[in-house]
């Protein structure tokens, strides 16, 4: 019997196992550069913090801020680890109805984090399928698509929003409003960001489809939609991963803005820029803490997201490997 016999192999023979995805990861260069920026690591977890608080909002939170019943009026005003007039100890004090502001700001990162998360996920799906139709099949195609961009870009994506959002809630009949008032607001902001997508994929999908495995899943008849996600899409996930993580941070600020307008989140159910313009005006009155510890979790909030997507944008970057 052969020594080379694979039924006979002893186990100092066996082929080695491939790594798992797992051990590929913290293996690669990406993790490698996150362990070693100490700016990324505390970016990353007050990130995770905010999710994780807004996710588990109605089990971290001492009191619901938005259920009547327990709310108490004569607890009102109450500054930073005051005891109110029910005898309650408040972390970050209460506002004007008596709603610990602690938990108005964990119920408050829920809006605004969900806003964020789906107006990102919306501009980045419309802006990846316009980008892609206007690079790979070029024409007047291109043209119709890349006028529209460059006509939206010269107006401020805060006016976009404003526009778009009046224009939806409009045409929703009154009853409706109030309930689809987030979803309209996602819209809003979503197409008020798509272009920076359009534009980054439509560059490299105009020099992807141009490329030798391209023009030979072409000749094979593959369809062209097919190309375009198989082929094309993988190679602009990369620069579109970092858009839209700081795309990320610039739709929470656009929300808020939104809802320190007035336009936004209605008081009932509102997100930090809501409970920044409730605070707003009681801000000369005294009390300061309504409106400052909103702001200062909004702040924090989107200025970790911003260093978390400079990191990204490093990081794959293989000029700077």
């Given at each position: 019997m052969s020594a080379l016999d694979p039924l006979h192999r002893t186990k100092a023979e066996e082929p080695p196992r491939a790594p798992?995805?797992?051990?590929?990861?913290?293996?690669?260069?990406?993790?490698?550069?996150?362990?070693?920026?100490?700016?990324?690591?505390?970016s990353a977890l007050i990130v995770l913090i905010f999710v994780v608080g807004a996710l588990f909002a109605p089990w971290i939170a001492p009191h619901n801020p938005f259920n009547p019943a327990e709310l108490n009026l004569m607890d009102g005003f109450t500054p930073p680890m005051g005891e109110a007039f029910s005898g309650n100890l408040y972390l970050l004090g209460t506002d004007d109805q008596g709603r610990d502001v602690?938990?108005?700001?964990?119920?408050?990162?829920?809006?605004?984090?969900?806003?964020?998360?789906?107006?990102?996920?919306?501009?980045?799906v419309l802006g990846i399928s316009l980008g892609l139709l206007a690079?790979?099949?070029?024409?007047?195609?291109?043209?119709?698509?890349?006028?529209?961009?460059?006509?939206q870009l010269s107006f401020p994506a805060i006016l976009v929003a404003l526009l778009i959002f009046g224009v939806a809630r409009a045409m929703l009949p009154r009853s409706m409003q109030g309930e689809m008032v987030i979803w309209v607001l996602?819209?809003?902001?979503?197409?008020?960001d798509w272009v920076q997508y359009a534009r980054t994929v439509r560059g490299t999908a105009m020099v992807e489809k141009n490329k030798e495995y391209v023009q030979a899943a072409r000749?094979?008849?593959?369809?062209?939609?097919l190309i375009m996600l198989r082929h094309v899409l993988p190679?602009?996930?990369?620069?579109?991963?970092?858009?839209?993580?700081?795309?990320?941070?610039?739709?929470?600020?656009?929300?808020?803005?939104?809802?320190?307008?007035?336009?936004?989140?209605?008081?009932t159910t509102p997100s930090l820029g809501t409970l920044i313009r409730i605070g707003n005006d009681f801000l000369f009155s005294g009390e300061w803490w309504?409106?400052?510890?909103?702001?200062?979790?909004?702040?924090l909030l989107a200025l970790s997201v911003n260093l978390l997507g400079d990191w990204l944008r490093d990081a794959l970057n293989p000029k700077l490997r």
């Open positions: 798992s995805a797992w051990a590929r990861f913290f293996d690669s260069d990406i993790w490698y550069s996150f362990t070693r920026s100490p700016v990324t690591v505390v602690f938990s108005t700001i964990l119920y408050g990162a829920r809006i605004s984090l969900f806003v964020g998360f789906c107006a990102v996920l919306f501009a980045m690079g790979y099949r070029g024409g007047w195609v291109d043209s119709l698509i890349m006028r529209i961009a460059d006509v996602i819209i809003a902001i979503g197409l008020s000749v094979i008849g593959i369809h062209p939609l190679n602009v996930l990369g620069p579109v991963l970092v858009i839209a993580t700081i795309g990320l941070a610039l739709a929470i600020i656009a929300e808020a803005t939104l809802s320190f307008l007035g336009v936004g989140v209605p008081p309504i409106t400052l510890f909103p702001g200062l979790a909004l702040i």
